[in-house]
């Protein structure tokens, strides 16, 4: 089996350290040009995508239907940048579609496993708009500002922030050395959706806090869980069945 990545680039994301971090694993891996800019020819379309799916509001389930120019020519320009421009909260599972649609000719769960690696911050409405890190599908999308942004921080972060006192406290920062390990856990959690998928099982997230497969909802979750990159026994047998 072939796992495929996308993506445009970062400063802190090695995409050589996780496409050979995926072969340890037996599977095939390797890196592709960024999806979003190999049909040059939609452009147009893409720009005028991403701005009917900004969010804009947080608590409501409404998203940017009739976009205006200069947001279409903002996303025009943002998508041709070597680093794009972040900020703006977009509808993940429509970011999703926008990338199943660039590749709707390659979903053969047969031959290869496709996960995009996006630049913007993705959400996804559950009673209102929740930071993601993930957008479970196929594709599948891994938003990389949503690892900081998505996980809570320590309830004592805010406290301190608040009051002006500081603490020290570890965090995912935006531009942070460790990233590229934390994807690694993160691509273990993906192969076991698409094993799973593929399988015709149903995926679930580990209960051990301890396992990469593990839902991480705060920062200190996602340094042990995935930063670590480990598997429980359960796991570990069924990534080598």
Request: proline letters at 3%; glycine letters at 4%.
């Amino acid at each position: 089996m072939k796992i495929v990545i996308s993506g445009p680039q970062f400063e802190d994301v090695d995409y050589e350290e996780i496409i050979n971090f995926i072969k340890k694993f037996k599977f095939d891996a390797q890196k592709e040009e960024d999806f979003l800019l190999k049909f040059p020819e939609k452009i147009d379309f893409l720009a005028k995508e991403m701005a009917k799916i900004r969010v804009l509001n947080p608590d409501k389930n409404e998203l940017n239907e009739n976009p205006f120019e200069i947001e279409i020519e903002y996303e025009k320009e943002n998508l041709k940048r070597k680093i794009r421009k972040k900020g703006i909260i977009y509808s993940g599972n429509h970011f999703l579609k926008i990338v199943k649609n660039l590749v709707k000719d390659r979903l053969n769960l047969n031959k290869e496993w496709i996960i995009y690696f996006s630049d913007q911050i993705l959400a996804t409405f559950e009673g209102r708009w929740h930071i993601r890190v993930i957008i479970f599908g196929i594709p599948v999308i891994i938003s990389i500002p949503g690892i900081v942004y998505g996980p809570a921080r320590e309830r004592e972060y805010y406290l301190s922030k608040e009051m002006g006192i500081p603490l020290k406290i570890d965090y995912i920062k935006e531009i942070d050395e460790r990233k590229t390990d934390i994807l690694k856990g993160y691509i273990l959690q993906i192969i076991y959706f698409y094993k799973s998928i593929f399988e015709g099982k149903e995926f679930k997230f580990c209960k051990n806090e301890n396992c990469s497969i593990y839902n991480s909802h705060w920062q200190r979750e996602v340094l042990n869980a995935q930063l670590k990159q480990n598997l429980c026994e359960k796991h570990l047998r069924k990534f080598f069945e």
